[in-house]
């Protein structure tokens, strides 16, 4: 049964996904885009639950700001970006490798939802991205980053970029640290085979300047990554409970 069942996740999940485009065709003609979020976050949502996801937040308390954050999660698969739109009720826009943007149908989709491209090869292009997502926080738009700048290889957290840490304190903006766990499990890298289960996202108490002033770049990454594994570690462990119970 699990082949079927994989078959039919990736079916309605591409489905769903070329509802989502068209609705990117057509509704920035007629509203802003603050004005259909509510349906690109309840397509989020479909989508994740296509791929097997059985979604808990917790911790949605620590986004009590009409404030720009940024937005800071582990990167598991290429369902991540639906799975936290879907479920982190803010207002936010991607910073995403500047080479996904020349991919068939996601780079499309990904201008056309603003989200802002970061080239790392070096030159001012990072910088640019920097500024483009200042100019964003300073809007009111939360900006979401994978600081690992790719998805994990084995399940585990891969070492963290500076650039999130870096546009918060440049920005002077909160920073929240968001943690997701079971996503490895129901759908991992490499593998086409959908395995539905848990998936918990955990909202950590947010960092606002007055908390990482006086620290450093390399500090203030290295605490937050460090509260993140705690988190992502606790979520692991209750999530394989229910998983062999």
């Given at each position: ?14 489905a ?9 065709v ?9 004005a ?40 598991v ?24 943007f ?13 989200n802002?491209?970061?080239?790392r090869?070096?030159?001012g ?7 483009a ?21 084995d ?5 963290f ?12 903006a909160?920073l ?14 490499g593998?086409?085979g ?6 918990e ?45």
């Amino acid at each position: 049964m699990r082949p079927l069942r994989s078959a039919w996740a990736w079916v309605s999940g591409v489905a769903v996904f070329a509802l989502m485009a068209l609705c990117m065709v057509f509704l920035p003609v007629f509203a802003r885009p603050r004005a259909w979020d509510s349906i690109a976050k309840a397509l989020s949502r479909l989508l994740a639950s296509c791929f097997g996801m059985k979604v808990r937040v917790r911790g949605l308390e620590n986004l009590d700001s009409t404030d720009g954050m940024v937005l800071v999660c582990n990167h598991v698969n290429l369902v991540d970006p639906f799975l936290l739109y879907g479920h982190v009720p803010l207002f936010f826009r991607g910073l995403e490798q500047a080479d996904h943007f020349s991919w068939p149908v996601w780079g499309w989709l990904s201008r056309r939802f603003d989200n802002i491209p970061l080239d790392r090869s070096g030159g001012g292009s990072t910088a640019g991205a920097l500024r483009a997502a200042g100019a964003a926080l300073a809007a009111g738009t939360s900006i979401l980053v994978f600081p690992e700048g790719h998805r994990t290889r084995d399940g585990g957290f891969g070492a963290f970029h500076r650039g999130a840490f870096r546009l918060a304190a440049r920005q002077g903006a909160t920073l929240v640290p968001i943690v997701q766990a079971g996503s490895w499990e129901v759908f991992r890298k490499g593998s086409l085979g959908i395995r539905p289960g848990p998936v918990e996202l955990t909202v950590l108490p947010p960092w606002p300047r007055e908390r990482y002033a006086g620290l450093d770049e390399s500090a203030f990454l290295k605490l937050v990554r460090e509260e993140m594994l705690g988190a992502w570690a606790e979520s692991r462990e209750g999530i394989a409970r229910s998983r062999s119970g």
